[in-house]
């Protein structure tokens, strides 16, 4: 765990990870992505909205004193979109998306070292995760989750995939997190997470800058959309970033790997 002030060396910005360290291991066999079961869907609704929603606004207001701006923007969309969001929190990054909204459920894509935490992974999917897999038949139970769910509730994508702790800046990403939006004609919000200083103590407080609807283009095909997509996610959430983080927790330095 890093300290207040600490310097973080990286040397790749696209593959350097400092969150958690957990073995990626498969998905558990015959794990289901969803489950149209009456039961389960009344255990959804009973840990989501009854106990999920009020800790993570709890947790985020009180260590974070987040702050969320044009969360009104998400109100102009009747059905489901995607959130686009830099990846600079732990439990943070969880919580966020599951507060903007209380009509519409988040999912939150997952990597897939979730798969490993086999002991509380259906409750994960309760809670909203999807995890990614590289075995070919569960690829296309989770496209097709990405599919069902994306019709009327949001879902989260972090495109940096990898975790560094309060960074201040947009680390590159490419356009194939952008693919299902592309695919599914549904449209995009960017979520960018910026960092100023609080009145008291060292952690920094959240300013979570909401900007979109962006809507795929219609002489697009999937490809250019993707492109098209990921190209104003990243320029909207560089220009956050540098006009609303104004405090530096952790100092990033690039130092080459021996």
């Known amino acids: 765990m890093h300290k207040y002030k600490d310097t973080i060396y990286y040397s790749d910005l696209l593959n350097d990870d400092f969150g958690s360290a957990i073995e990626q291991n498969p998905l558990p066999k015959h794990y289901k992505y969803y489950s149209e079961n009456l039961i389960n869907h009344l255990i959804d609704f009973i840990l989501y909205r009854i106990f999920v929603r009020p800790i993570a606004l709890l947790y985020n207001k009180i260590k974070f004193h987040q702050k969320f701006v044009n969360k009104k923007l998400l109100k102009k969309v009747k059905g489901g979109y995607f959130i686009y969001s830099n990846h600079t929190a732990f439990a943070g990054d969880a919580f966020t998306p599951n507060i903007l909204e209380f009509k519409r459920?988040?999912?939150?894509?997952?990597?897939?070292?979730?798969?490993?935490?086999?002991?509380?992974?259906?409750l994960l999917r309760t809670l909203g995760a999807i995890p990614?897999?590289?075995?070919?038949?569960?690829?296309?139970?989770?496209?097709?989750?990405?599919?069902?769910?994306?019709?009327?509730?949001?879902?989260?994508?972090?495109?940096?995939a990898h975790i560094w702790p309060y960074y201040t800046d947009i680390r590159p990403f490419n356009s194939n997190a952008f693919k299902y939006p592309a695919k599914f004609n549904k449209p995009i919000f960017t979520l960018t997470n910026c960092y100023q200083k609080k009145k008291f103590g060292k952690r920094p407080r959240i300013i979570s800058i909401i900007n979109g609807p962006y809507y795929p283009k219609k002489e697009f095909n999937v490809k250019e959309n993707s492109i098209f997509l990921r190209n104003i996610a990243y320029q909207n959430m560089k220009y956050a970033a540098t006009h609303y983080s104004t405090y530096e927790y952790y100092k990033y330095e690039y130092k080459e790997k021996n």
């Open 105 to 122: 459920k988040n999912y939150i894509v997952v990597g897939r070292e979730t798969a490993s935490l086999t002991s509380i992974i259906y």
């Open 132 to 160: 990614l897999s590289n075995n070919m038949s569960d690829m296309k139970q989770y496209f097709n989750c990405i599919k069902k769910r994306s019709k009327n509730s949001s879902i989260t994508i972090y495109p940096e």
